[in-house]
Structures are given as C-alpha cells and as structure tokens.
C-alpha cells in the first residue's frame, strides 16, 4: 500500500512537471509565433472563428495550423501511448515512450527556433508552429494513459475543483488539480519572460522539465526500467 501511494505521489507530481512544459510551449508559441496555441485547442478554434469574421488570413493559418499539428501529434502519439501491458503499474512503459518521441520533435523545433536566429519568417513559423502542436498532442495522448487527468487542456480540471469547492465534496486529485494550474501558469511566465528578455535560452527551458520527466520515470518505475532494458533487471 505505501509503495502504491509513494507511485502515486511520482505519478502526480511528474504530471505537474509535465504541464510546466505546456506552459512555456504554449507561452513561446502565442508570443514568438504567431500569436495561437499550441495545447489551447478551444482557443485555437476561437481564433479560427475570430479569423473568418475578421477576413484574417494570416490569423486563419496560424490557427489552423496549430489544429492539424496537434490533431496530427495525437494520431502519432495515441497508438505509441496505448501500447501497454495489464501490469504495466502506476506509469506503464508507453507513457515514458511516447514522451520520448515528444522530445525528439521537441528538439526538432528547438533546431529550427536557433538556426532562423530566434526569429523565424512566415513559412518556418508554420513549421514551428506544427511541430509544437504535434509536440502536445503526443503529450495528450500520454497522459491520457494515466487516468482521468491532463497536462494540456485545464477547463475541466478548473471545472472540477471549483465544483467539489461549491458542492462541499471531496476532491480525490485536489493537489495535483491545484499543482497542474500553478503549473501551467508557472511555465506561462517562464516561456514568456524567456521569449522576451532571452529567447536563445528556449530550448534549454522547453526541453529541461520534459527531460526531466522522461529520466525520473525511468527511474522511479520498475515497470518502465524492465520494459527499456528488455527485462534484464528481472
């Protein structure tokens, strides 16, 4: 039993690590490309609306570009992230999997972002805009793997803790709701800040919290440790 609720505690406290990424990607993304998102899906579709009734082509773009790039990394990340064993425990092996291959288009940006001097044209911006919405879409579909929880889309997550506040009920995940929406406004000012006074600094900022969380998974979690080392720690 404590080993479960000492599983659960890395699980939840990873989750929140993970939503300071979704922070400052969302952050660099609206400030540095083009003013969309790239985990904001409801906002993006906002745009696309505020676009048409604008005549804003450029606006339209972004934001639709911003859709296909996440639509795109959820339809890559989904059948990485389902890949799991009954037994794969509190973090199956699937979930680390899938954010590796988060990194790895993570990192694809972050070469991009340094080689067009911070301050890439229209075109590369689409790219970069694409790549980083495909990077939470795989983030989505990982942390779907875990419960009833996510590190990128908040609304309902806001939903529930002010519910359970109204209703006088108890919130199961109140720590980790409450961790998840500091985080993310936590990432916001760091990528914002970053982005502004640094921006060579981004991919150290963007890739840090992410790397971070692929490393302590494999760690932490027997089950991620046998699956990587093809069950030689057995």
Not at 48 to 57: E, I, N, Q, Y
Not at 66 to 91: K, N
Request: hydrophobic residues 50%; proline residues 4%; neutral net charge.
């Amino acid at each position: 039993m404590e080993r479960s609720w000492r599983h659960e505690a890395a699980r939840d406290t990873l989750v929140v690590l993970l939503t300071v990424t979704t922070g400052v990607v969302d952050a660099a993304c609206f400030l540095g490309l083009g003013s969309v998102f790239s985990s904001v899906i409801t906002g993006n579709l906002v745009l696309l609306g505020v676009a048409a009734g604008t005549a804003s082509a450029t606006l339209a773009v972004h934001s639709g570009v911003a859709l296909a790039g996440y639509s795109a990394g959820v339809a890559a990340g989904a059948p990485l992230a389902a890949r799991r064993a009954p037994a794969d425990g509190t973090w199956p092996p699937s979930v680390t999997v899938t954010l590796s291959a988060e990194l790895a288009v993570m990192s694809v940006f972050c070469v991009g972002w340094e080689l067009t001097g911070t301050h890439p044209g229209f075109t590369v911006q689409l790219l970069l805009v694409a790549l980083l919405a495909a990077c939470m879409g795989m983030q989505g579909a990982a942390v779907r793997q875990l419960g009833q929880m996510s590190t990128t889309y908040l609304t309902s997550t806001l939903t529930g803790i002010v519910s359970a506040l109204a209703t006088r009920t108890r919130h199961e995940a109140l720590p980790r709701s409450l961790g998840v929406l500091t985080a993310i406004i936590t990432g916001a000012v760091i990528g914002s800040v970053v982005v502004t006074w640094a921006p060579g600094w981004l991919p150290a900022v963007m890739l840090a919290p992410l790397g971070t969380v692929i490393i302590v998974s494999v760690a932490g979690f027997e089950p991620v440790r046998e699956h990587l080392s093809g069950g030689r720690d057995r």
